[in-house]
């Protein structure tokens, strides 16, 4: 496995540097691991705050500025963040109006920022949290950590941040985000295995014919493997479990996102596929984002996130945002 | 019990401490690729790493500022872990140690006996903040047996060591119901738990500090 990169154990300094020399309108704490917008912390805003595995980019940090994270905090590769990441980040966005963490549903993300909660309120920081929770293809919740967290994540730190940038108390934000949340479900399709850099090399097996349906985004297993199939096929999969457990009767957000190994030609191309599917199944689609936003390193494949909006949703995801990897209207 | 073992009215220092502490992370560090391994069976391949990564801070960190209490030296490297090893593994492991080193309170010479109540506290802590339970495939598997046996009448801490590597062992044929394992369902099923190949290391590094 050919990577571009020095040495494994500076990958994440090493982005991090890279980010720091192409933004400058972000503060980025290389040392310490935090992303945060320069202007912090906005008066009289509720500050948001993210973080998780690094290999996921552009989520997190790619998703700090005006409109959405204040600021992110970097794990190593596919590994949370520590909780001194998150109080530091807390502490550099609060601007006495309270933060609110947006947390992937996994068990050292959740167990990581629940400490760093409670430090923060030590320090005086009122905290909210909120759990990501919209991978449909964990169905025995029972018996697993439970659903995970993933593309919803997106469409939660984009109307929370519009609605913190209107300047919503922390109750609302976090209600917002919370709402967005359920509002959302996933599911996400394998052609070929990641691979980390510490590990140099595929994370795990999966034959040149086949594919893994409902992969998580650390390659984590689905819900079955099948031979390869066609981008109408796996659009209709897809499609047909996420909106069986969703039911959505209003419009939705669709994104249509790549896992890192997937260029825009087939992404669109799934794109119009899933579009298809949607509108047989009398869906409407409201605004739909393509490209790769909540990546899996080098995964080949794509996930598909909806989410249903009314009309003060959709207006906070028309709101303008200003960050490294999304922007429109400002 | 072998006869360099401490009995059980003999008392545990401060560098008693320090010396398991070191021994572990020894013993972490030379075990980090098999982690690392085990957790690229049914994990997300980082375990070793991480738990290197996690010791190596708490070896300089105890280095740098020794601490004056076996207690004190417990907190130290649970907050060593908490800071640097991210993941599930630095708020279990950290707790484990933070809540064992608050057990012992301030007292500079503990029995142990007293090591094994504060172990026991650790272990509930630990069960708590992972919502796991025995049999669930975690770290607990190997920790709970070990407390078992370290307080036991004959308790030891070569036999506690021993029950944790029988723990350990006895993760193979279970079914994963925490962490991320958990998603593999039934293939997780044939493979050794990574938590609870590092929490045996653990506890084995007790008996290398008695010594």
């Known amino acids: ?330 | 019990m072998s006869s360099s073992e401490p009995a059980v009215d003999d008392t545990l220092d401060t560098p008693f401490f320090l010396r398991w502490l070191t021994a572990a992370a020894t013993s972490v560090s030379r075990e980090a690729a098999r982690l690392t391994d085990l957790d690229s069976a049914i994990g997300d391949a980082d375990h070793g790493t991480n738990m290197q990564r996690g010791f190596a801070a708490v070896t300089e960190a105890l280095e740098k500022e020794p601490p004056g209490s076996p207690g004190a030296t417990l907190i130290l490297a649970g907050r060593q872990l908490i800071s640097k090893v991210g993941g599930a593994s630095g708020p279990l492991y950290g707790t484990l140690l933070r809540r064992a080193g608050k057990a012992l309170g301030d007292a500079e010479q503990i029995t142990p006996q007293q090591l094994a109540d504060a172990l026991r506290a650790g272990v509930d802590a630990v069960a708590q903040l992972g919502g796991a339970a025995p049999g669930d495939k975690t770290m607990l598997d190997a920790l709970l047996p070990a407390v078992e046996a370290l307080g036991g009448a004959t308790g030891s801490f070569a036999a506690a060591g021993e029950a944790a590597e029988k723990g350990a062992l006895a993760t193979v044929p279970m079914l994963a119901r925490k962490g991320r394992a958990s998603y593999l369902g039934e293939r997780s099923v044939g493979h050794q738990d990574p938590g609870a190949t590092s929490s045996a290391l653990l506890i084995a590094a007790l008996a290398e500090a008695a010594r």
Not at chain 1, 185 to 199: D, E, H, I, M, N
Not at chain 1, 268 to 276: M, T
């Open chain 1, 1 to 330: 496995m050919k990577m571009l990169i020095n040495v494994p154990e500076t990958v994440v300094a090493d982005a991090l540097r890279g980010m720091a020399a192409c933004h400058p309108e972000l503060i980025v704490d290389v040392e310490n691991r935090v992303i945060v917008r320069r202007d912090a912390p906005v008066e009289d805003k509720v500050g948001l705050v993210s973080g998780g595995g690094s290999g996921h980019e552009p989520l997190h940090g790619g998703f700090v500025g005006p409109g959405m994270l204040d600021a992110a905090c970097p794990g190593e590769v596919f590994t949370s963040p520590v909780p001194d990441q998150m109080v530091r980040a807390a502490a550099a966005v609060d601007s006495g109006k309270g933060v609110l963490f947006i947390i992937k549903n996994y068990t050292g993300d959740v167990l990581n920022f629940d400490m760093a909660a409670e430090l923060a309120e030590d320090e005086g920081i009122q905290v909210a949290k909120v759990l990501v929770n919209d991978d449909v293809a964990v169905t025995d919740s029972l018996y697993t950590a439970g659903r995970r967290g993933t593309g919803a994540t997106l469409f939660v730190e984009k109307i929370a941040g519009a609605a913190a940038a209107e300047g919503a108390p922390l109750e609302r934000v976090e209600s917002i985000a919370r709402r967005v949340n359920e509002l959302s479900r996933s599911f996400g399709v394998a052609l070929s295995p990641c691979s980390t850099p510490s590990k140099g090399g595929p994370t795990f097996e999966l034959p040149a014919g086949e594919l893994e349906l409902g992969v998580g985004i650390h390659g984590e297993p689905g819900r079955e493997r099948r031979a390869m199939m066609t981008s109408h096929e796996i659009a209709d999969y897809a499609v047909q479990v996420v909106v069986e457990d969703l039911r959505p009767e209003n419009p939705v957000l669709l994104l249509v996102n790549g896992m890192g190994a997937t260029p825009q030609l087939e992404l669109y191309g799934f794109a119009a596929e899933v579009h298809r599917a949607l509108g047989e199944r009398q869906v409407a689609v409201a605004r739909t984002l393509v490209g790769n936003y909540v990546t899996s390193l080098d995964m080949a494949g794509a996930s598909i996130t909806l989410c249903q909006v009314d009309e003060d949703l959709l207006r906070l995801w028309d709101a303008p945002v200003r960050t490294a990897g999304l922007r429109w209207g400002a």
